[in-house]
């Protein structure tokens, strides 16, 4: 079928994927009128809001990004069914959680909304729409997809204008903090789509920027897989990275040496090599999650658990760090305090979704700690919902029991504290001035350096005791 070109596009869900990744499009392509819509009205205003530093997501550059289109041809808006009636291309970029109940409970993506999705677009749709998945989704999601608009709509029936459809998978391979120069400057765009007129009219939209040779056309199913098995491979060289971290610290080895002669050797590379309190975010264990669900509906249970190894290691990692902290602290951190510096699940984000803080958290919690969390960008609500458990500034007394609160600066965090524990790689916990932070804290007092960000020497000379990860003593 022939497409005319691209001149309006929606996209549904106007989260860390949709917002920062429409406002790149609309800021290069003045032409086309983008519409990024939602369901949640108070993201909408957020992402409307006159003062850019309340974006609903925090990303550097974005607030540039969207200060130059918003109001040209970038909208936010809650009008789903008007925005989808006038618009050549639809994109759907709505969550796709793992599932908490039901078949493929704990592994299996929820695809509720996506299903939703498409029967808005069914129904709105008018004259022909490309529809293209942004969400990472399981392998031939878009067959589904495809079945949902093929339903004849009621207000169509014998009418000779009946809306159509090509159906495209164009994951999304931006990191969250370095969002917007992942989308300036991708490694590739990848199209995948059976009706060659879509893939280019969607590859018109990408050229306005991104090279051709950088556009990758392929099957539907190869995109969708895609996006699992990248997700996947990156996932699987951090917890590479962290068992070697493991072993370096029972062996004497350094695990930042081993990262360093093993990421020279051209056919490794040096990236996704930093050990650490394991992955978050996202996307990575619920892709991987997927992934295993898909390996045992297809019958290939070794498969499964050779990718499930990746997750389990992962969580390990973390529980890992809450127990080693706890033996140092003589055993016990029953009423003591500890600073937690970070809990974004990687620095330069507000998002906190599967943040290793969480677990290490709650882990330290569980053992009776208090615990007096710092991070520059993340909320104390954002906290509170997280560790399901309010913030209390309350003597634990003789119960025992764990409390949080939040610290609005690294020196509150640490006053008083017997150890501080590093989980976010923020540029300001680079160069603390651990001489004057060790008067604050109660001796013998901890770094615990989850995330190689410490200057060794400097915490050594400031009468501290450091563990860093990885790093094993002679
Ligand atoms: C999400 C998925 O997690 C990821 O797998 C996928 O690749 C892209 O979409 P993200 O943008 O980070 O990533 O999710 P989130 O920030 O939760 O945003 C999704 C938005 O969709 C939310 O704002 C939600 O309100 C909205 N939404 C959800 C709708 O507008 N309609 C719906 O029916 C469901
Ligand atoms: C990831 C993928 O990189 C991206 O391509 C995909 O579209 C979405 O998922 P994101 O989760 O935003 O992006 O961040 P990423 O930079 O990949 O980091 C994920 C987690 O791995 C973070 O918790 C990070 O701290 C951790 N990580 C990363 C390490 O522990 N060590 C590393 O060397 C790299």
């Given at each position: 079928m022939k497409i005319n070109p691209i001149r309006s596009i929606c996209c549904i869900g106007a989260g860390y994927v949709g917002g920062p990744t429409m406002a790149v499009i609309a800021d290069r392509c003045p032409d086309i009128d983008v519409t990024v819509v939602d369901l949640n009205e108070e993201r909408i205003s957020a992402w409307n809001d006159?003062?850019?530093?309340?974006?609903p997501v925090y990303e550097p550059g974005l607030d540039l990004v969207v200060s130059r289109a918003r109001g040209r041809n970038l909208f936010f808006s809650n009008q789903v069914k008007e925005s989808i009636s006038s618009a050549d291309l639809v994109f759907i970029s709505v969550n796709t959680p793992t599932?908490?109940?039901?078949?493929?409970?704990?592994?299996?993506?929820?695809?509720r909304w996506v299903e939703a999705c498409a029967r808005q677009v069914a129904t709105c749709a008018k004259g022909h729409t490309v529809v293209v998945e942004k969400s990472t989704l399981p392998v031939r999601t878009a067959a589904a997809i495809k079945a949902i608009l093929a339903i004849p709509q009621r207000q169509y029936l014998?009418?000779?204008?009946a809306p159509t459809f090509s159906v495209l998978s164009n994951p999304e391979f931006l990191a969250e903090g370095t969002a917007i120069n992942d989308l300036e400057n991708p490694d590739r765009v990848l199209i995948g789509g059976e009706d060659p007129e879509a893939v280019n009219a969607l590859a018109a939209i990408y050229q306005n920027w991104v090279a051709?040779?950088?556009i990758l056309r392929t099957k539907l199913w190869s995109s969708e897989l895609s996006k699992l098995a990248a997700n996947a491979f990156l996932a699987q060289r951090i917890s590479s990275i962290n068992s070697v971290a493991a072993l370096c610290e029972e062996t004497g080895a350094d695990v930042r040496e081993v990262a360093l002669a093993i990421g020279t050797d051209s056919r490794i590379g040096?990236?996704?090599?930093n050990a650490g309190p394991g992955f978050g975010g996202s996307c990575f264990q619920k892709d991987i999650l997927n992934l295993v669900y898909l390996c045992h509906h297809f019958g290939l249970p070794e498969v499964a658990s050779y990718w499930e190894q990746v997750v389990e290691l992962n969580t390990w990692q973390q529980k890992r760090i809450a127990r080693l902290l706890v033996q140092k602290l003589f055993g016990t951190v029953t009423g003591k305090k500890i600073a937690i510096l970070g809990?974004?699940?990687?620095?330069?984000?507000n998002d906190t979704r599967e943040a290793p803080a969480i677990r290490i958290s709650l882990d330290l919690l569980e053992e009776g700690a208090q615990l007096a969390i710092h991070d520059p960008k993340v909320s104390p609500n954002q906290i509170a919902l997280e560790l399901s458990h309010l913030p209390s500034n309350l003597?634990?007394?003789?119960?025992?029991e764990g409390t949080w609160h939040p610290s609005k600066s690294v020196e509150t965090a640490l006053e008083g504290a017997d150890a501080v524990l590093i989980l976010t790689e923020w540029?300001?916990?680079?160069?603390?001035d651990w001489l004057r932070l060790s008067r604050l804290m109660r001796a013998p007092a901890w770094v615990f350096d989850a995330r190689s960000v410490v200057d060794p020497e400097k915490v050594a000379s400031a009468g501290l005791m450091l563990w860093r990860v990885g790093e094993g003593s002679d």
């Open positions: 006159s003062d850019l530093n309340n974006l599932k908490q109940k039901g078949l493929g409970a704990g592994q299996a993506s929820d695809l014998n009418s000779e204008v051709p040779e950088k040096p990236k996704f090599l809990f974004a699940f990687k620095a330069d984000t003597d634990p007394g003789l119960k025992g540029e300001e916990y680079r160069d603390l």
